[in-house]
């Protein structure tokens, strides 16, 4: 969003086109208006539809396939012009003049093509009307309609399909925009500014007076803010004393820091009475001071103490909804809600029953004959002790339409995996109430989960190839559904990064972070804005902003929480060093793959050698605290600050966290999806809290042959019982029988 012309840029265009010195007081408001990007000057976004999409490759199949993907527009964008580029394939078998490429946007056709089967591979350009563009998401949709002969055909033959090819190099989505202006109220803030439409990242700078601990736990509660209204788009922090042209900037400080910082009218220290929020156009400097930019915002976070400053910092990261209409806010307090262990977004209790409705999965019909299917995310606690032998219960409420063919079914699937097909075979139609399902605990996961339902409906069709209709092709699922599961323990063996890169655990186990501490080792620039992007990725992916999680700026001695340490590899010290996985100590451990089989993991063979991590190398590291048992250290390290900030970017790309396990992680910076190592090494330890757990189930948990001797001793003393006691059963009744003397 870095696009602004600076007046420095207008003054010396003044300078040289007239000839003659004209000072900035003398611009035109309309001259000035003219050299911000919202007034004229516009910006081209290109991305790549494998962005947009988690599909790489679309089937489009039977008669009448359909794809689509959604658009983000933020609300500050006005679109001027759009491009989207791709490719496909058809099936050779296809009929050409019966059988149609259309391409969607908002409901609108903005492309139709023919389906060339002499010609099968094509290439398509098409211009997106501004017009149709609308803030918020729009639907892009690739439609077909595909035809293999004129007489009578099966729906779904399959020949009937076409490829699209939106993981290649030229599958583009090109859109020219103009900034508008900011409101100047603090409600823009969370529709307006922070907007997880921005494409392709969000970016925030904090201007902040020192980089004393103090101060970076109130930027870091200010970037945990930020990242929660930006939601899941990525979103890039960077720190400064001063404000920064062409970006969104945040400051926050004391009233008199405010004030010499911000050179504005605007702004007056003597105004400031208590905690306050204040949203102002981006004040420029230099020899533009005065000035503003009005397609940017500065957002003032002051006050006259260290508390006032944490309770306005608070305020802003909390702000959910577009309040106030004004555009400043003295804070007077904030009442913050219980907040569960183990919360979280999306996140379900055990032992609760939740209605479909409740887990966001409306009433939904499904119809005619290829209808996409549906499904509800919900996400379990990290560390949840998953237990064998043990269901969750699912209660289906469902109807579905008269006149199916016998293999109609109801698909039901949990990640990725079919649990159930439920026959839709009644011709009279039906409505089911309470259909119970019993899925096992161990098919769900910790973290992200996914149930998902998928009709398949067929018609009844009769002889000669009579037509028939869809109509009655249905099937509604109730938002009175339920969901419950059961009881668990929070008991997890660790470590496993894998867990930390899911929602933050263990520094989440309370959802605001209380009881975790960030430890920077040096205190400069980039080192400070490695901690604010990784607290903006972990607060996204938890879902709760971390209000309580605290700073330090030397090694703790005594400390029973977790604790992120993020430095460069000098600055770390020695004993810190020395217990984690690699030892980044002078003499290095390192584990090199030996042996891979079938049912063991890796072997390693360790190498003591006199080395290190290289330049452009970074390294995320797991293991347990030695302060207390139970607790976690993560380390985040790098042979520089500048390569420590390049790991925190590494870090927000999804292909480096679906890599990430274990407790040893080593990625080559320059391409970090590419390279990136992952392996397990280190010692194990248990983690858990909350919840009842007994001493036998952790032992019986941590030592499962102990479990299967006891399984063995009960069943030989169950065996021994019963022959005990047939055995004294059949001497009394060979004595009742025996004749008396």
Request: overall charge neutral.
């Amino acid at each position: 969003m870095k696009s602004v012309i600076s007046g420095r840029f207008i003054s010396a265009f003044v300078n040289q086109s007239m000839g003659k010195k004209i000072t900035l007081a003398f611009l035109s408001a309309g001259l000035l208006l003219a050299a911000f990007p919202g007034a004229g000057y516009s910006e081209i976004m290109r991305m790549p539809l494998s962005k947009l999409t988690m599909a790489r490759r679309v089937d489009l199949k039977c008669t009448a396939g359909q794809y689509g993907i959604s658009i983000p527009v933020p609300a500050r964008w006005k679109v001027r012009r759009a491009k989207l580029s791709f490719g496909y394939v058809n099936s050779s078998a296809l009929l050409a003049d019966n059988s149609r490429l259309i391409t969607k946007l908002n409901g609108d056709a903005v492309s139709q093509v023919k389906l060339n089967p002499m010609a099968p591979e094509g290439f398509l350009t098409v211009n997106l009307p501004a017009a149709l563009f609308r803030e918020g998401y729009n639907d892009l949709e690739f439609v077909v309609n595909q035809h293999y002969t004129l007489g009578c055909e099966f729906p779904c033959q399959p020949e009937l399909w076409t490829t699209l090819r939106l993981d290649s190099a030229d599958a583009i989505l090109e859109i020219e925009y103009t900034l508008k202006e900011v409101p100047l109220k603090l409600s823009a803030i969370t529709n307006y500014i922070f907007d997880p439409r921005v494409t392709p990242r969000g970016e925030v700078n904090i201007v902040m007076p020192d980089g004393n601990p103090e101060t970076v736990a109130l930027a870091s509660i200010l970037a945990s803010g930020a990242a929660m209204k930006f939601d899941y788009r990525n979103v890039v922090f960077s720190i400064s004393r001063n404000i920064v042209p062409g970006t969104d900037n945040i400051l926050v400080g004391d009233s008199d820091f405010a004030e010499k910082t911000i050179h504005s009218k605007a702004f007056s220290a003597k105004d400031v009475k208590g905690p306050v929020l204040k949203i102002l156009p981006l004040p420029l400097a230099g020899q533009e001071a005065g000035l503003s930019d009005p397609y940017h915002a500065l957002i003032v976070v002051s006050g006259l103490n260290k508390d006032h400053l944490k309770l306005a910092a608070e305020t802003f990261a909390v702000m959910s909804a577009p309040f106030p209409e004004t555009s400043e806010m003295t804070v007077k307090g904030l009442v913050m809600p219980d907040i569960p262990l183990y919360g979280g977004k999306g996140v379900i209790k055990a032992d609760t029953k939740y209605t479909f409705k409740a887990l966001n999965f409306p009433s939904r019909t499904f119809t005619g004959l290829n209808p996409s299917g549906a499904e509800i995310a919900f996400r379990l606690p990290a560390d949840f002790l998953i237990k064998q032998n043990l269901y969750a219960k699912l209660s289906l409420y469902y109807s579905y339409g008269a006149a199916n063919r016998s293999d109609s079914v109801l698909n039901v699937m949990l990640n990725g995996q079919l649990l159930r097909g439920i026959n839709l075979d009644d011709l009279r139609g039906g409505l089911v109430e309470g259909y119970k399902l019993d899925i096992p605990t161990y098919l769900f996961k910790p973290g992200n989960n996914i149930l998902r339902f998928e009709p398949v409906l067929s018609p009844l069709i009769g002889k000669n190839c009579e037509y028939f209709q869809t109509q009655n092709l249905f099937v509604t699922i109730m938002d009175v559904s339920t969901l419950e599961f059961p009881p668990m323990p929070h008991y997890v063996e660790m470590p496993r990064l894998e867990l930390f890169m899911l929602n933050g655990f263990p520094v989440t186990r309370w959802p605001d972070g209380h009881g975790s501490t960030i430890y920077l080792t040096n205190s400069s620039r980039e080192t400070i804005e490695t901690a604010l992007n990784l607290v903006g990725i972990v607060t996204q992916k938890n879902g709760h902003p971390l209000l309580e999680v605290q700073y330090t700026a030397t090694p703790p001695e005594k400390f029973n929480g977790e604790l992120v340490i993020i430095g460069d590899i000098d600055s770390i010290p020695a004993k810190l060093k020395e217990m984690s996985p690699l030892a980044l100590t002078k003499e290095i451990s390192f584990p090199y793959p030996v042996v891979q089989g079938w049912a063991d993991k890796s072997q390693y063979a360790f190498s003591k050698q006199i080395s290190g991590l290289s330049p452009g190398t970074g390294a995320l590291m797991e293991f347990q605290s030695p302060y207390a048992d139970g607790r976690t250290i993560i380390l985040l390290a790098a042979t520089s600050p500048k390569e420590l900030l390049a790991l925190s970017l590494a870090l927000m790309k999804p292909g480096v966290q679906a890599n990430i396990k274990g407790d040893l992680v080593l990625m080559g910076l320059d391409d970090p999806e590419k390279n990136i190592i992952a392996v397990d090494i280190g010692k194990k330890y248990f983690a858990g809290k909350a919840g009842f757990l007994s001493w036998l189930d952790v032992y019986l948990y941590s030592h499962p042959w102990v479990y299967n001797v006891l399984l063995g001793l009960v069943i030989i003393a169950l065996s021994l019982s019963i022959f005990y006691y047939l055995n004294r059963y059949r001497k009394k009744r060979i004595m009742a029988h025996k004749p008396s003397a």
